[in-house]
């Protein structure tokens, strides 16, 4: 019969050593399957990205734009898609080639993505397995956490954050600019496209509300929420979009490619833009 006895005294080598597994883990069932998925969904979308930000075309179609190259900052951008009338990049070229407008803006919210936190564990565990999944032993022999370059840039999250706020701003203005009809007055007229933008635009604001650095910006460093109730309001309510996190972080992702697409096909002519009305 065991008793509190059988309990190894703290600090004894009995505590201090990991069990011998001769085996990299125990599990039995496909702990493999999410970091798999993990890696060919994220290599699929940073692929296409880049692809679609060099090729640097059909990113308008009246009155769409494409939320790769929106803002439009540089010169080289098609006129109309230049919303705010202001380029402050200019254009640049080197080898000759002009360099994308996509380019110019992606820094923002690639950065939100590669330092969010769910996205950090997600391809902390696929790419490089640290640890692939829990009960797992991880090939690494030694963990220098987020103190050095690159993963050091992990710990400015915040302020992607931040700047991913003013890129909603914009995509939402533009969700609201689709809602004109070319050759048509009035801002009351619904495509598809209209429908397309304003979701991609609806997720990427869940998908940002719902991230820890605004529920740390909602309630952090408050001693007292009965002192601050508009504070805990707002806390509480982030607190719920929270735990559904890492669903809106993919379906963002997979809405910014879908809404980049339907722009590009619109734009090359492969379809019409249905106005309901």
Same mark, same amino acid.
């Given at each position: *019969? ?31 399957? *999410? ?20 090729? !640097? ?53 690639? +950065? ?16 490089? *397995? ?24 992990? !710990? ?15 995509? $939402? ?9 070319? +050759? ?15 979701? !991609?635009? $609806? ?15 909602? +309630? +952090? ?57």
């Amino acid at each position: *019969m065991s008793s509190s006895l059988d309990i190894p005294p703290a600090n004894s080598p009995a505590t201090r050593t990991k069990a011998k597994i001769g085996v990299r883990t125990l599990r039995t069932d496909r702990w493999w399957l *999410m970091p798999l998925v993990t890696v060919i969904v994220i290599t699929s979308f940073v692929g296409y990205s880049t692809w679609r930000a060099f090729e !640097n075309a059909y990113y308008y179609a009246e009155p769409l734009i494409s939320p790769f190259y929106s803002p439009c900052l540089s010169t080289a951008c098609t006129p109309e898609a230049a919303q705010f009338f202001w380029t402050p990049f200019g254009s640049w070229t080197i080898f000759g080639m002009v360099i994308s407008p996509a380019l110019f803006i992606l820094i923002f919210p690639l +950065g939100f993505r590669l330092t969010c936190y769910y996205y950090r564990k997600a391809y902390f565990r696929s790419f490089w *397995m640290s640890p692939p999944a829990c009960a797992v032993s991880e090939p690494h022999t030694k963990y220098s956490g987020e103190t050095h370059v690159p993963l050091i840039f992990n !710990n400015a999250h915040r302020w992607f954050f931040y700047a991913g706020l003013v890129f909603n701003v914009i995509l $939402t203005y533009d969700a609201i600019l689709a809602l004109q009809r070319p +050759g048509y007055s009035g801002w009351a007229h619904v495509s598809i496209g209209t429908l397309v933008l304003l979701a !991609n635009a $609806t997720f990427l604001w869940l998908y940002s509300l719902s991230c820890h650095s605004c529920r740390h910006a909602m +309630g +952090g460093r408050l001693k007292h929420f009965s002192k601050h109730p508009v504070r805990y309001k707002f806390w509480t309510l982030v607190s719920k979009l929270n735990v559904h996190h890492p669903r809106f972080a993919w379906i963002s992702l997979f809405g910014v490619a879908l809404a980049d697409l339907y722009v590009r096909e619109v734009a090359i002519g492969a379809i019409s833009n249905f106005y309901f009305f």
